[in-house]
């Protein structure tokens, strides 16, 4: 008699427990035929795979590793769903899953973003990291990972394929411009610093979150606080490059800035719905402006919408990626995991955003002067270091086109923060294109 393949029993045992599962619902439920139907349909597929493993059992020649099958089989289930946010997760992928939400990663130091024609595009380095150390920068161009070519493959597996375990060696070779360029580096530990402050002239506050982890909140709520010890009187956000996270660790970030009720709710398919961010009566009371931009998405752009539609702030930069719509990521008995896409997402007071994203309130883009990689021009005492470049030049034009300034031509960014926000707010003045400054339009008619 043929031996059966622990992979082979393992089909089996799940086909059993399928059919028992049918049966046993059937007679306790005594659900309808078209039920049975797709349940016996379920059971015939479970035995196409079972009778495709025999056969390579049987009479394929060469060797193969029956876990890789498996887990590729379960991959490819998933990714016939043609959802590129829906994926399985291998054991050690899962487990890799797990760390980076908390908030600390093993890896190089980077976050990348699918850019055009699948490239994965660096926008994001932590100081002190492996990547940093070794001389790769904002807006390169991952082209191989370990010599392998990254267009080659699912944009998860490439992310995967640079994680790793901490002190083991990777190669990335990118490009940068028509240069292409090859770097060895040692894996590390990372722990993810997702907010950072600090104060600008005037009593601005400019607050950068990067990524929204477990840990993001805690962070959140020590720079907010610091901030406002220093006597802050309008806060900029910078969700800039920010691909997103946990809508729950997203929710804790608005709780302290929005009123009190739901925010946020997520609508299923089977047309239920749920909240999923709320606030308490706890609010502060402060002229706000969020900076996006294109690679701002999925929890960043629900950050952004909540405040603007609360009326807690504008929105200043570029359209948005366009991500409303939410995973949930389910633990499964052979330690892998299965991330499927289950709702879509909205504020309470607007539409969902997804595949159209955001609209800023103020659209202009970064200058060139003060693109990303060319970050090391920039003085170290020049505001723009902080990120917040993009805020201020709007400022400065809206100053200069309201008469904002003070003596010796210089910008009085506190008054023209407070008073833009608080016009917008009041719907005195509509929407602006700093492409062209002067087009200060207001509501009702006139300039």
């Not at 043929?2 to 306790?28: D, E, H, P």
């Not at 479970?46 to 876990?67: F, R």
């Not at 997702?194 to 600008?200: A, I």
């Not at 892998?336 to 202009?364: F, W």
Request: hydrophobic share 35%; aromatic share 8%.
């Amino acid at each position: 008699m043929k031996k059966i393949s622990v992979k082979s029993a393992a089909l089996i045992a799940g086909a059993a427990a399928l059919l028992t599962f049918s049966v046993t619902s059937f007679w306790a439920f005594q659900i309808c035929s078209d039920s049975v139907a797709t349940l016996r349909k379920k059971a015939k597929s479970i035995e196409d795979i079972y009778t495709v493993d025999q056969y390579i059992d049987e009479y394929y020649y060469g060797s193969y590793d029956e876990e890789i099958i498996v887990d590729q089989a379960l991959k490819g289930m998933v990714s016939a769903l043609d959802d590129k946010y829906s994926a399985y997760m291998t054991p050690d992928e899962y487990e890799q899953n797990l760390i980076d939400a908390k908030g600390s990663i093993t890896g190089i130091g980077i976050t990348v973003n699918k850019g055009d024609n699948n490239e994965i595009k660096i926008v994001e380095i932590a100081e002190k990291g492996p990547a940093e150390k070794a001389g790769l920068k904002i807006n390169d161009i991952i082209i191989e990972v370990d010599g392998k070519n990254v267009n080659e493959m699912e944009y998860s597996d490439a992310v995967n394929l640079v994680r790793g375990k901490a002190g083991t060696e990777v190669n990335i070779a990118v490009k940068r411009g028509d240069e292409e360029i090859s770097f060895k580096m040692k894996r590390e530990e990372i722990t993810t610093e997702t907010v950072t402050s600090r104060m600008l002239e005037n009593n601005i506050a400019y607050i950068k979150i990067t990524g929204f982890k477990e840990n993001t909140s805690h962070q959140f709520n020590i720079e907010l606080k610091k901030c406002l010890e220093n006597n802050a009187s309008a806060i900029i956000f910078d969700v800039r490059n920010n691909g997103g996270g946990l809508v729950s660790a997203c929710s804790d970030c608005l709780d302290p800035l929005l009123p009190e009720g739901d925010i946020a709710i997520a609508e299923f398919k089977d047309g239920s719905t749920e909240v999923i961010c709320k606030s308490d009566k706890i609010e502060l009371d402060l002229p706000m402006a969020v900076l996006v931009n294109e690679y701002s998405a999925s929890a960043a752009e629900l950050f952004a919408a909540a405040l603007r539609d609360f009326g807690k702030a504008v929105l200043v930069g570029q359209n948005t990626f366009g991500k409303g719509i939410m995973q949930n990521t389910y633990n499964l008995d052979n330690g892998g995991g299965l991330k499927l896409t289950v709702a879509k997402y909205r504020t309470v007071n607007s539409e969902c955003y997804h595949g159209v994203g955001l609209k800023p309130d103020y659209e202009t883009a970064l200058p060139d002067k003060y693109s990303e990689n060319q970050s090391d021009d920039i003085p170290e005492n020049d505001e723009a270091a902080s990120g917040c470049v993009q805020g201020f030049e709007i400022l400065e034009r809206i100053g200069r086109k309201r008469g904002f300034l003070i003596s010796g031509g210089e910008i009085n960014t506190e008054r023209a923060a407070i008073t833009v926000m608080d016009e917008f707010r009041s719907g005195k003045i509509g929407r602006l294109s700093l492409e062209r400054p002067d087009d200060m339009i207001r509501k009702g008619g006139g300039k």
